[in-house]
């Protein structure tokens, strides 16, 4: 009787030894690949959103109204364009559009919504974000500088709103945009500066 030889192919040994080769090449290569991959769609969401803002801030400029502002017809006019994901999604959840009521009149601004962003990615964005528009919130906190950011995007997955003011509009009373506490307001005071434009003269009841 002939001996198997090697050269009729795998046996059971090499067949389970290039199986735990291809799991360990392919779990080393996840590990490897998610962080990029994660970094280059929070990179993505931050370019869709810094054109998103600058787009919706010129074409409603003259009117400051925002109430017919949805995800769908930002869309259509290519004021959303498509980021890690399309006009109502990014790679990890839901993104939505909607008015707001900021300074006090119906509709005077407006917000993006990103849900369960990892906590990586929510300090990119947010980080990114804070500054250039009128209030970022992560889980309904106030982002006002990057280590916000870090600070509240920990473990798990969170919320990110940026809302933007569009300003008074005529024939309605200017309305402080932040609050008392905030610290915007907080730090104006300390420094003799008082704006009712952009911060009560007092606490509101």
């Known amino acids: 009787m002939k001996t198997p030889s090697s050269s009729t192919g795998f046996g059971l040994f090499e067949t389970i030894l290039a199986l735990a080769l291809g799991l360990a090449l392919t779990t080393a290569s996840v590990a490897v690949f998610s962080p990029a991959s994660g970094a280059?769609?929070?990179?993505?969401?931050?370019?869709?959103?810094?054109?998103?803002?600058?787009?919706?801030?010129?074409?409603?400029?003259s009117r400051q109204n925002f109430s017919d502002l949805a995800a769908?017809?930002?869309?259509?006019?290519?004021?959303?364009?498509?980021?890690?994901?399309?006009?109502?999604?990014?790679?990890?959840g839901a993104l939505s559009l909607a008015n707001a009521n900021l300074g006090g009149m119906p509709a005077d601004g407006w917000q993006v919504e990103l849900d369960t962003l990892p906590a990586d990615v929510c300090q990119r964005i947010a980080g990114a974000e804070a500054g250039r528009w009128t209030h970022v919130y992560v889980d309904g906190q106030e982002v006002t500088e990057a280590a916000d950011a870090t600070k509240l995007c920990t473990s798990g997955t969170h919320t990110l709103i940026a809302q933007s003011?569009?300003?008074?509009?005529?024939?309605?009373?200017?309305?402080?945009?932040?609050?008392?506490?905030?610290a915007q307001c907080v730090d104006a005071r300390a420094k003799g500066i008082v704006n009712p434009t952009y911060c009560p003269s007092e606490p509101q009841a």
């Open 40 to 61: 280059a769609s929070a990179e993505q969401e931050i370019s869709r959103l810094d054109h998103l803002h600058d787009a919706v801030t010129t074409a409603y400029a």
């Open 72 to 92: 769908y017809t930002a869309s259509q006019q290519g004021w959303l364009q498509d980021g890690s994901g399309n006009w109502h999604s990014t790679a990890w």
């Open 165 to 182: 003011y569009g300003g008074p509009r005529p024939g309605y009373s200017k309305q402080p945009i932040f609050h008392y506490a905030d």
